[in-house]
């Protein structure tokens, strides 16, 4: 299973932007300066165009890059049960010497079949280069032991290509030999100092043999966290002084060894050294002008024992070296007949290397390589697109585009506009632009302040008009509170005037109802009054034809019935006036019927009216009620406004 090679090396979230891992970067677009959310410069990787070289891991102080491997896919793999065969680089003993034998104790425990060191491969490489070398007379080529040169190459100077040595990198080498001599069939493991070795595993030159790159940092981190040591283990097949390849100018040594040293190879080392080397020369190396057997090119300035993927702590030292060297010496052994004795010949040393690999097919451990460069090309910008793109960074004169500070990342000042171009970078990158642009805001804040001091004594004038201003109406505040108070003391005071009307006409009401009440006993009295007059107009009636009889008898009694006239013409006389007086009663009381009628009568409306009086003044008085109210508000309002108006004067 592959990785996601655009996610070999990645930027965290640690990053700053401080541009670091841009200078040391020899792949144009490689890394890209872009702004976060946050509006944060920040440098991200693009995959495709990253040759995993680790310059910028060794260039950056906040620990903004990771790299990716396969140690956890390494270990859940054996956890699985799946058959394993362990290529181990010679630069691991070198970084280990105390712990490696342990360390492949423990990987054998859990399930590793079979350990091979990739030292037996680099034998196998320095075989097939010195046999290339003479069959095909090839000279001036470069080595490509290193995947990150080879990357590079293919990127960026496809025009080097061909002077590519065009035979497999030591581990590839011991892959081949695994499953064509020893027949293994297993998935392979790299246990390795370097993350660029996964490109080289996943190109076409990779076959797909080895499935997983195991760095030297993370294998050890995953080991000690879990104690995975055991019984000393070491590699299984015998190898010679391709053991001292990880070193600087391991391969060139080799060569020496079986060619003498009056052959004259190229050795260039270091991640920016190395790459500006083959950009400055690669016209004459690929017209083949060069002296020189070959070109030893490393990534690494101290070679694999110091590769991108080992610990940190590591680098630090010379304890690697000193190993190696150790290695180295032990290499050289003195036994007969040997192709790595000290005591023979380069030209006896060699006849005896050709004849250990001599099954060996040199085609089987041969490559090819892969023109990679449309993938990572960038366009320069022409005069048109320069100028606006020099504008657009506020450099408007020629010292201003030479400055070549180099803050943005770039080594000058026309590489960061070619970057902008191709949106590698950004003009906020470029500290000349922000320079420019805080001048500008300078002199934008001085006018400001001149602006500003120009208004402050018109704001001054204002301010003393507004101070005024909030006095007045402080003082009609005093009095528009004093007259709210007022009318709120009249208010509450016509309240309670209009609830005692109210109480009061709540009296009058109940005494015209009870006037009412008599006016009808009156009235009943009254006609009470008619009924006796009638009967006393009728006892006059009767008496006086009583009276009429009496008369009537008494003059026919002649004398005697005088006396008797006289009583009966009284009794006639008081009967008149009986009746008369009756009938002057009636017409008394029928005015007084009528006058209590029309008593009566305006009682009632007058008992409307002081209904609606009544009700009107209830009404009057909660509308009273209500405008208390409001009034009590706004008074506290106007208080509330007062206090504001005060604290603004003072």
Known sequence: MKADLLELVKTNNLCVGCNKCISVCSCVGATIANENEEGQNIIDVDGSKCIACGACFDACEHNAREYADDTEAFFEALKR??????LIAPAFPANYPLEYETVLGGLKEMGVRRMISVSFGADITTWAYLNYIEKYDFKGGISQPCPAVVSYIERYIPELIPKLFPVQSPVMCAAIYIRKVLGITDRLAFISPCIAKKLEMESERGHGMIS?????????????????????????IEYGLGAVYPMPGGLKENVYWFLGEDVLIRQVEGEKHMYRYLENNKDRIAEGKTPYLFIDALNCSEGCIYGTAIEPEKSGTDDNLAEIM????????????????????????????????????????????????????????DSSQLEAI????????????????????????????????????????????????VEVEKDRAVELTAEVERERDTLSEQQNRIVAAVSDINMQFESVNQAVSDMAAGNNSSAEECTDISNRMADVTDFCRQLSDTMQKVNAFVH??????????????????????ASIEAARAGAAGRGFAVVADEINHLATSSGETASRSNVAQGRIVSAIEEIMAETD?????????????????????EIAASAEMITVSSNQVKARLQELLS
């Open 81 to 86: 049960g799946e058959k394993i065969t362990l």
């Open 212 to 236: 997983y790159n195991v760095t030297f940092e993370h294998l050890m981190k995953y080991v000690r966290e879990r104690h995975i040591f055991g019984p000393s283990c070491k590699d299984e």
């Open 390 to 437: 020099y504008l657009d960074m506020k450099k408007t004169t020629k010292s201003s585009r030479e400055i070549n500070c180099s803050c943005c990342g770039y080594s000058t000042c026309y590489d960061m506009a070619v970057a902008i171009h191709n949106g590698f970078n950004h003009r906020q990158n470029c500290i000349h632009y922000i320079k420019t642009e």
């Open 605 to 625: 409306h007058l008992l409307k009216v002081i209904g609606e009086v009544s009700q009107r003044t209830e009404s009057l008085a909660a509308v009273t009620e």
């Open 326 to 381: 150790r290695i180295r010496a032990a290499s050289k052994n003195d036994r007969p007949g040997h192709a790595w004795s000290r005591r023979l010949s380069p030209k006896k040393r060699l006849k005896q290397l050709n004849r250990h690999f001599a099954k060996l097919d040199l085609n089987d451990y041969l490559c090819t390589y892969k023109d990679c460069s449309k993938e990572c090309a960038y366009e320069l910008p």
């Open 528 to 549: 009470e009054l008619t009924d006796n007059n009638k009967e006393i107009v009728s006892i006059a009636s009767q008496t006086n034809l009583l009276a009429l009889n």
